[in-house]
């Protein structure tokens, strides 16, 4: 081995070393945070406990709406089927401020522009805390039971 050959070794080892550790740290710190992401995970939304016995509980910041019928809680999506701009709870239903369109307490469609009714979310009871999985459509209720 010549001398030139054992500087160039004596360089890049190291340096390729280096390089593989920032390229495994940054695949790590991707693929833990792709989990957060991902369609499948689930957000915590509230207590149960803070829950009414019956009504609707709107949780705009995480684009959610909590309704109560006795012991069964569902989850509405709040992004309207128009565009997705967000709805608001209303005395009657919902209501969307960008286009008008106007649904019932249980996210069925009174008038347009929107098409279709409200999504429904999936939804668990965990350790007195209700979860949604904000990611994923349903076209019918999926109702737990608090207990």
């Known amino acids: 081995m010549t001398r030139r050959q054992w500087l160039f070794r004596a360089i890049s080892m190291p340096a390729l070393a280096v390089a593989g550790a920032a390229l495994g740290g940054i695949f790590a710190q991707v693929w833990l ?7 499948r995970h689930w957000s915590d939304v509230t207590a149960v406990d803070s829950l009414p016995e019956e009504g609707t509980s709107a949780f705009p910041g995480q684009r959610v709406a909590l309704l109560c019928r006795g012991e069964d809680i569902g989850a509405l999506s709040l992004e309207c089927p128009h565009l997705g701009c967000l709805v608001n709870a ?27 009714d409200l999504d429904w979310l999936p939804v ?12 994923t459509r349903l076209d019918s209720p999926l109702w737990v039971k608090r207990g």
């Open 124 to 135: 668990r009871i965990q350790n007195g805390r209700v979860w949604i999985q904000g990611s």
């Open 90 to 116: 209303v005395d009657q239903g919902f209501f969307c401020p960008c286009h008008g369109s106007e649904f019932a307490s249980s996210g069925k469609v009174l008038s347009g522009p929107a098409s279709r």
């Open 33 to 39: 945070a792709a989990g957060r992401f991902s369609s």
